[in-house]
């Protein structure tokens, strides 16, 4: 596993960080209990020491199986828990709501769920238009005051909306969706890079389109991700993308077939403005081989060859 500088935070965290969402439940396929506790096992012992998820995976499901774990390999004092705040999953659906007194209750379940009594990073999960970023970051300020978070860090924020949040308080962390199918974060991630925050890429395989797993068009139920939160799996994009994989074939061919989850992870953990990329999976297998990513690294030529096959494929659409 390969490691860089969390921003200002001067803490090293692995460039693989454990997605969290599938594992969570809700929107995803269906894998047994033991199946995700034990991909988040096979994370750890690949040398992953940061993990990212959310009390809106599932209703908290997701934190429960990290905390699980935790508690059994006795490892939280070796790994970092990423969780957010602001955005809760009822009834099947998303609710945001960035109030100080929800996000001081969601703190408290997140700390029980995790079976911990501090959090390392604390992001809002989306902005909120309908509550002042004042009374937001008056909360998390609370928080870390009381040790019960250790940096406050943001996710889906555009600039604007952290220059304003950080009108109230230290913003450590920037987290957006970045990956070979998702560029448009990309001029954003460098500002905060610059800027001395960590920076986290969630998307990283493209909701699993990426992988290279699937080759042809398929029907999503209306709550699955794919359907609803990822654009990639209808036309136009579909085969759009589909040229790319082809492009990322060839330089698995010539790599004695590599997965091309690894190529995709390393296009987006090789630009010097990430921090770490978000890499989810609900098995064992999944997991142990998208961390085998990091024993290698992109050449300058494979570089090229995909970024050229991005311009001419997707253009600037994505």
């Given at each position: 596993?390969?490691?860089?500088?969390?921003?200002?935070?001067?803490?090293?965290?692995?460039?693989?960080?454990?997605?969290?969402?599938?594992?969570?439940?809700a929107g995803?396929?269906?894998?047994?209990?033991?199946s995700?506790?034990?991909?988040?096992?096979?994370?750890?012992?690949?040398?992953?020491?940061?993990?990212d998820?959310?009390?809106?995976?599932?209703?908290?499901?997701?934190?429960?199986?990290?905390?699980?774990?935790?508690?059994?390999?006795?490892?939280?004092?070796s790994?970092?828990?990423?969780?957010?705040c602001?955005?809760?999953?009822?009834?099947?659906?998303?609710?945001?709501?960035?109030?100080?007194?929800?996000?001081?209750?969601?703190?408290?379940?997140?700390?029980?769920?995790l079976?911990?009594?501090?959090?390392?990073?604390?992001?809002?999960?989306?902005?909120?238009?309908?509550?002042?970023?004042?009374?937001t970051?008056?909360?998390?300020?609370?928080?870390?005051?009381?040790?019960?978070?250790?940096?406050?860090g943001?996710?889906?924020?555009?600039?604007?909306?952290?220059?304003?949040?950080?009108?109230?308080g230290?913003?450590?962390?920037?987290?957006?969706?970045?990956?070979?199918?998702s560029?448009?974060?990309?001029?954003?991630?460098?500002?905060?890079?610059?800027?001395?925050?960590?920076?986290?890429?969630?998307?990283?395989?493209?909701?699993?389109?990426?992988?290279?797993?699937?080759?042809?068009?398929?029907?999503?139920?209306?709550?699955?991700?794919?359907n609803?939160f990822?654009?990639?799996?209808?036309?136009?994009?579909?085969?759009?993308?589909?040229?790319?994989?082809?492009?990322?074939?060839?330089?698995?061919?010539?790599r004695?077939?590599?997965?091309?989850?690894?190529?995709?992870?390393?296009?987006?953990?090789?630009?010097?403005?990430?921090?770490?990329?978000?890499?989810?999976?609900?098995?064992?297998?999944?997991?142990?081989?998208?961390?085998?990513?990091?024993d290698?690294?992109?050449?300058?030529?494979?570089?090229?060859?995909?970024?050229?096959a991005?311009?001419?494929?997707?253009?600037?659409?994505?």
């Open positions: 596993m390969r490691f860089k500088t969390f921003g200002n935070t001067g803490l090293l965290v692995s460039e693989m960080a454990l997605g969290t969402w599938g594992i969570g439940g995803w396929d269906s894998y047994t209990d033991d995700r506790l034990n991909a988040i096992h096979a994370a750890l012992e690949q040398g992953v020491n940061l993990i998820t959310a009390p809106a995976y599932n209703a908290g499901a997701a934190e429960r199986y990290i905390g699980t774990v935790l508690k059994d390999r006795n490892a939280r004092s790994v970092y828990i990423a969780t957010k602001g955005t809760e999953y009822i009834n099947g659906g998303y609710v945001r709501d960035c109030s100080a007194p929800t996000i001081l209750r969601q703190c408290e379940e997140s700390l029980r769920n079976q911990t009594d501090y959090i390392d990073f604390y992001l809002i999960h989306w902005p909120d238009a309908k509550v002042s970023l004042e009374e970051m008056d909360a998390l300020n609370t928080l870390k005051k009381q040790g019960k978070i250790l940096h406050i943001v996710s889906n924020f555009n600039q604007q909306q952290i220059l304003e949040a950080e009108q109230y230290n913003i450590d962390v920037c987290q957006l969706q970045y990956s070979m199918v560029q448009s974060a990309q001029v954003q991630l460098q500002w905060a890079a610059d800027r001395g925050m960590g920076t986290m890429t969630y998307g990283s395989l493209g909701g699993g389109i990426l992988s290279g797993a699937i080759r042809t068009l398929e029907t999503y139920a209306a709550d699955d991700s794919r609803r990822y654009p990639y799996f209808k036309e136009p994009a579909f085969s759009k993308i589909m040229k790319l994989l082809s492009v990322m074939d060839q330089i698995s061919e010539n004695s077939q590599v997965p091309l989850s690894q190529i995709a992870i390393n296009w987006a953990a090789q630009k010097p403005f990430v921090s770490t990329c978000i890499v989810g999976s609900q098995s064992r297998a999944k997991i142990e081989e998208n961390a085998a990513g990091f290698w690294v992109l050449t300058e030529d494979e570089l090229k060859a995909l970024d050229d991005m311009a001419n494929y997707l253009g600037k659409d994505f």
